[in-house]
């Protein structure tokens, strides 16, 4: 029999922590919460958690640091950051420390749950397909470790985020194939909502500027004009700049 998923909420809100642990436990997963950024990091420190729904603002220590230091663990941990700061510095510096997922709030619980779902359904996906596949993606000029989760373009290691290196992967992993915005969220983030298509445009850009030579005019990851995005191997005449 299967072990129930374990999360960790770190949260001082104490209504928005007891609505998520009801909720996320009738979903049947073990729920931990801690009001305290010291001890939620000490409790994170513990491992074992299977995903971290973390609040920016926090008593102790804020969320921020405790994301720098869950990507600095051996362990991988998907990271979802709820918070009042909804400003894009915020979600972005979030996203740069490693979270996979932002919400701000107030957020609906449901989606948030849904999130969740969606974010463990994606990473034991990739954790399979990282099995079957064992080693190294070389693709124009890309190279992908899935079991490191590390990355090099013409030979030089470059850093991603874990939502930067999934996309990057499934590009990789299918060299000339077009995906629409909505079939990379659905792909890559798990969830297919109208919407957050801006999300796939911006990690994207944030792609693009990480193994182009010029970000401006992609010779990489390219624009199919009228239909998404694709990681070329050879770049055709007419496709490039970002939309």
């Not at 809100?13 to 919460?33: G, P, Q």
Request: with cysteine.
């Amino acid at each position: 029999m299967d072990h129930p998923k374990r999360i960790l909420i770190v949260e001082d809100d104490m209504h928005i922590a007891d609505v998520l642990s009801l909720n996320l436990r009738d979903e049947r997963y073990e729920v931990v919460h801690s009001a305290d950024g010291a001890e939620g990091l000490r409790l994170l420190e513990q491992g074992g958690w299977d995903a971290l729904i973390l609040d920016l603002m926090l008593p102790g220590v804020d969320g921020l640091e405790i994301c720098r230091r869950a990507r600095a663990m051996t362990r991988y941990t998907p990271i979802i950051i709820t918070s009042a700061r909804s400003s894009e510095v915020h979600r972005i510096l979030g996203l740069e420390l490693g979270a996979d997922d932002y919400l701000a709030k107030p957020f609906s619980v449901l989606e948030l749950v849904a999130r969740v779902k969606a974010l463990l359904r994606r990473v034991d996906a990739v954790a399979k397909d990282s099995r079957h596949d064992a080693g190294r993606i070389e693709v124009s000029g890309i190279a992908m470790d899935p079991l490191a989760r590390e990355a090099w373009v013409d030979g030089a290691r470059i850093e991603l985020t874990p939502r930067e290196f999934d996309l990057l992967y499934h590009f990789a992993r299918h060299p000339n194939k077009v995906f629409s915005r909505m079939d990379l969220l659905n792909a890559v983030w798990g969830y297919r909502h109208e919407g957050y298509e801006h999300t796939v445009n911006t990690h994207i850009n944030r792609l693009r500027a990480k193994v182009e030579k010029d970000a401006s005019d992609p010779k990489r990851i390219l624009t199919v004009w009228g239909h998404g995005y694709k990681l070329a191997t050879q770049a055709p005449e007419g496709e490039g700049a970002a939309p």
